[in-house]
Each structure stands twice: as structure tokens, then as C-alpha cells.
């Protein structure tokens, strides 16, 4: 059994290095670019060893996967945590407020759109295949507001698995050239657009 080092459990010193990795990937991959960053730089930037580097990752995409995963996970899971108190909300109100958190989220940190909506793009088919997982699970979440809202009497009764998705391309464009801009846009100007963009699609006649 490992010991601890300096008071700290190897359980713990293995949780900092990982999470000192992926804040080393989120910095180098978007300001060098992740096909110009060497693992080299990676451990360096993190104050790590190559040889903890590959006990963590079997290589940088293995790493930028993960932070794909976790810039996704995160803005679900306070989207899906606002959604608990918002039952008894009317449609506009619950649509606004997940609307909001999710534009918060994402926009919170420049660096996390920029990774996940140009640097994740096209590296290699697992990615992708995750790019695609992420794509389906908004797109179901967007389909279940919509069918609320149908029930509700506020938008029409259809299918909304087509919309849905248009929906994610269109957020994931905007939130594309939200960290691309200079100067910088401001982030109530595209939580608004997306706002007006969701309301107008869903209760189009």
C-alpha cells in the first residue's frame, strides 16, 4: 500500500496532479493550440513528471477528451440542478433561467468554449464520438423542455427531435463566435440571442 507523503494521502497527491493536468491542457490548448502542445509542456505548465503525466493520461488527447467531458458535464449537471427547483415555473421563465445558467457556465471560463467548440474538433474519432453523445444529450434535454411546453398548452403539438438539435448547432456557433470576437461580445448579448432563438423555435406555430 502507498504511503502518505508530507501528510497527503497518494489518493489525494494522484487527485491534484490529475486536476493540475487539466488545468495545464485548458491553458496550452487554447493559447498554443492542442496540436502544437507537447506533453512536455503539459507537465511543465502542471509542475509534474512526464511519468505522471502517463500514469494519468496514455496521451494529450486522452487528456483533451476529458476536458471535453468535464466542460459538458459541468454546465449539465447546474442546468439539471437548477431544473430540480423550477417545476412549478411557467415555460418562458423555466426555459430563461436553464437558458442562463447554462450561457454562465460555459461562458465563465473563455478558454472552456474555445476548447470544446474548436480545439476538440476533428483530433480523432473518440472525440468525436463523445462530441456526439454531448450533441444527443442537449438535444434530448432541449426535446423535453419543448414537449413540456406543447403540454402546456404554450407551443404546438409535433415532433421536436429535428429542432432540438438545429438548436444545439446554433448555440454551439454562436458560443463558437462568442470566444472568438474582438472585442469581445458580451455574454447577455448571446444569452439573449439563444434565448429568443429556443423561445421563437419551440413555439413557432
Known sequence: MARAYGG???????????????????????????????I???CTEAGVSTRNFYEEFAAKEDLLRDLHDLINATAFAQVRDTLAGLESADVAT??????????????????????NYVEAVGVNAEIEQQHVRW????????????????????APQRS?????IALVGA??????EWQAHRPPLAVD???????????AAITRP
Open 8 to 38: 497527503i494521502p497518494p489518493e489525494q497527491r494522484k487527485a491534484e496532479r490529475r486536476a493540475k493536468l487539466l488545468q495545464a491542457g485548458l491553458q496550452l490548448f487554447t493559447t498554443n493550440g492542442f496540436a502544437a502542445t507537447r
Open 171 to 176: 448555440i454551439t456557433g454562436l458560443l463558437r
Open 135 to 154: 450533441v444527443n444529450t442537449w438535444a434530448d434535454f432541449i426535446e423535453s423542455e419543448a414537449l413540456r411546453a406543447a403540454a402546456a398548452g404554450v
Open 160 to 164: 421536436y427531435r429535428l429542432t432540438a
Open 40 to 42: 512536455s509542456e503539459l
Open 94 to 115: 423555466r426555459i430563461t433561467t436553464l437558458l442562463d445558467v447554462f450561457v454562465r457556465s460555459v461562458t465563465a471560463d473563455p478558454r472552456a468554449p474555445h476548447l
Open 189 to 199: 448579448e448571446i444569452a439573449a440571442e439563444i434565448r429568443e432563438l429556443m423561445l
